[in-house]
């Protein structure tokens, strides 16, 4: 056989399980198939950067009825560096696939996929959005908890019981963004250190700034920033690359 | 072909001056090899991207300006760091280029670190001398670190900050653990500062174990703690049966009676009227401020400073609750469980309501024939070789020395000394994280038992064990920020005594030492009336309503509350102010009323605290309608002035009073006389 016959054999054969390759990988065995995929729990959490989210995030595949399906095909990705525990699988009994997920390493907002595929292979995807916290947002997390959420956040915990009904002001929760992105990050600074009077609101929010530190401040407006929902917009919202 | 090789030989260099004229060319070839390879280094490679992606910004000039030319150095003599990363991320300072995500270009976050003193490997570590990408963050033959992943990063912090950081919630979480779960009880952990970290889990002593409880629960616990108590920190060794049971024989075996002479209780258990009178005796006496129990829906309500009690009528004796309940100390000399002064009858009531606490499947199975001196032998060997003696005190078991490996260095381990699984990554954090997660998956016949924790807790533990290097241990003194020590304060004399046999210790802390579930005692002479706190050590009213943790009520004699009272009100003063300077004449009804405004008013008082039972309602703060009997003029007046001063870390803000606010604030607030009995009654109506 002459050689330049051999080469094209090869490079034929290369193209051919290239072109197979590039079809994506394959769906995760599966013994049925649903025609939707929705987010039960676990999106919009807050994690620090590289951190495993507290709760784990679930997601059902439905039939077009809007019955659970067991047994679908289900598989999460996101960018680089979030590590999902599992990656992939099927649904439980109730229709359901949860999955653990450590966030990657740089700040701003994970858009994460999950998948699952119809009866004729046709993929059909439902978005999830996480937030990780960068060292300055972690510290206004923290600070948050000391200080603020006590009357922002509406929910007690067991060691933190929420005055939050007991305002006469409405204190907003941080997660709520139009209220806060109206505000530029300077009066929302002001706002902090010199409390609710000094921008002609409600007295019951005090003047922070001789307690904590400018930096603290900083932390805090940097926080609010991070989770504001829908997000702040100064130079479009940071989200992190695949 | 050695004919061919030869004839190009004898032309290249038959002839002197063309031999001549091929050297050169080939010196020269050479020589621009190496600005060629100048050219073409990544660093500069990345340095022209940088000048590209900048070049279209508004800001661009200034961008450029301060745009680094060729390689970068930062070097820190005294700490041994030759820093080059800034060559590649060169935007480091640069906070207008926060949007960009990419790497080398991404921003640093703001920290309070100075980047041209710190470097960059001091934190994040990797190799600071390389100039290519590969070399300064993977590991090479010569060089065994690594860059740190995102995941644990706050180790970088925990090298210098021995102390709790706000900014690091991980790395604190980790060191608390370490502590809480015990692991520094077999491994030595010492601190960069020469402190060596000591457990904080309290397990209890095994001296008199065989009056506590029964060999059989002895079994079940050591076969499954979590099996009895979910969150129990006592790990699973894995033992067979047979060992299990020839530990329970040697631990009965040791186990010295308590008291030998003492007088057997006369208190008779518990009939059905007694358990609804325990239900409201243990709700009184704020037990479930410590100690959790399991409710209907399966939740543990309650604290964590005691042991759960949902099964504690399985495991403990009758006999043995009732001596624990009368005094505590007597059994355990160290036990943070204060000696509550209940009667007969109330020990009577409460141990029948304890004992009620019963999982009777727990033991169904468990049938221990009686002992052979053979197996208390093997018992005693099983307890040496798994260093029982570490955690718990035993009849003639010493503690065992260097019993696991040390953890003072364990984030400077090198590879070569780790024998990694099959499935576990060939990094030091992946190897903590298997090691923490199954310590056994790396060898069957490994001592280390199985913990129960989350991905959240491994994590945060291998985060503490990262920052356990060598840099830590052998960088100046002058960099670290200490650890906080707890101080050796003991109160003097008799009140001294009363103090440690109340354990006020386990929630107050006053001079550096103590718990913090209570307020800080450190001023309190200052702070409160006399005759206020003689009422309210007697009957401990709560002053925050909605706290489920709650000073009990001990059963003091008039003569223990007067030893205190005089005690508290003499020794624990601030000499930052007098507690009389304010005289009640200085505080007229007109600045109460001004007082009064600004309290509704400019201050906002009332969204944290209470004053008026019927309209206030702020959660945060202590009720304020008794101020006035509780409370000096002059502690309010300076707390008003600057809280955290008192206080240090009080939510309280600071709302930089003038001194004519503050004092009208005070004539206000020492108008609040109402009786404790009466507010006691405004709440029950509320």
Known sequence: MKPWITCVIVATALVISCTHKSKGPAQPTATAHGTAIVESSGGKQVAGVGSPLDQPVVVQVND???????????????????VFTPAEGVTDSSGQFSTNIYLGGSSGRYRLTASTWDSSGKRIDVQLEEVALGYQQMLGHELNEEYCARCHDSESTALRVSNHDNLGANARPFTEGDPFNKLSDADLTDLIAHGGVALGRSAEMPPWGYTLTNSDIAALVSYIRAVSDPPYRTKGVVYVQK | ?????????HTLFGDPGRAFGVVSLMLLVLLASVPAKNHFSEWRHYQNQYQRLVRGRAEAVTLEKHMPQGIQQIWIPEQGVVDRCTTCHVALKETSLRDIQEQPFRTHPPIPHNLSEFGCVTCHRGQGPATTVEEAHHTTLAWEQPILSARYVESGCGQCHLNHLTGTPKLNEGRHLLA???????????????VVMQGADDPPSLVHIADKTTREWMFAWIKDPQRYSSTATMPNFGLSDDDVRDITAFLVAQSAPLQPNAPKSTATPGTATDLQAGTSLYGESFCASCHATQNAAGNKVGGDLGPELTKIGTKAKPEWLQAWLRNPGDYDPDTKMPHYRFDDKQVATLTAFLMAKKDDDLLANVHLPN????????????????GCASCHGINGIKKPENFAPDLSREGSKPFAQIAFPADVPHTLPDFIVAKVRKPRAFG????????????????????ALMAQTDRAQTQPVNMRVAGYHESKYQPAGKAGQLMNDLRCFSCHAINGHGGDMAPDLTW?????????????????????????????????????????????MTVYQTPAFDRDEIPAAALTPAMAEQGRELFYGKYACQSCHIVDSKADKGYIGPALWSVGTRLNAAW??????????LRAGSLEPDQHMTDVDARALTAFLMSQKLSQKSSGKQVAKK
């Open chain 2, 636 to 645: 309010v007046y300076h707390w008003l002035k600057d809280p955290q001063s």
């Open chain 2, 524 to 568: 309190e002479g200052t702070s409160v009336q006399r005759k206020w706190l003689a009422d309210f050590l007697k009957n401990p009213e709560t002053l925050r309503p909605t706290l489920i943790r709650r000073m009990p009520k001990f059963n003091l004699s008039d003569t223990e509350i007067n030893i205190l009272t005089d005690y508290i």
């Open chain 2, 1 to 9: 072909m050695r004919q061919k090789i030869s004839s190009l030989w």
């Open chain 2, 371 to 386: 002992a052979t001196p053979e197996q208390v032998k093997h018992g005693r060997a099983l307890v040496f070789e798994y």
């Open chain 2, 180 to 194: 809480r779960e015990g692991c520094v009880r077999c491994h030595m952990l010492t601190m960069a500062d020469g």
């Open chain 2, 444 to 463: 069957p016949s490994l001592k280390m038992p199985q913990f129960t924790l989350t991905e959240q807790q491994i994590d945060a533990i291998t985060t």
């Open chain 1, 64 to 82: 077009k009825d809007n019955n659970p399906v067991p047994g679908a095909p289900v598989r999460f990705s996101g960018p680089a560096e979030t």
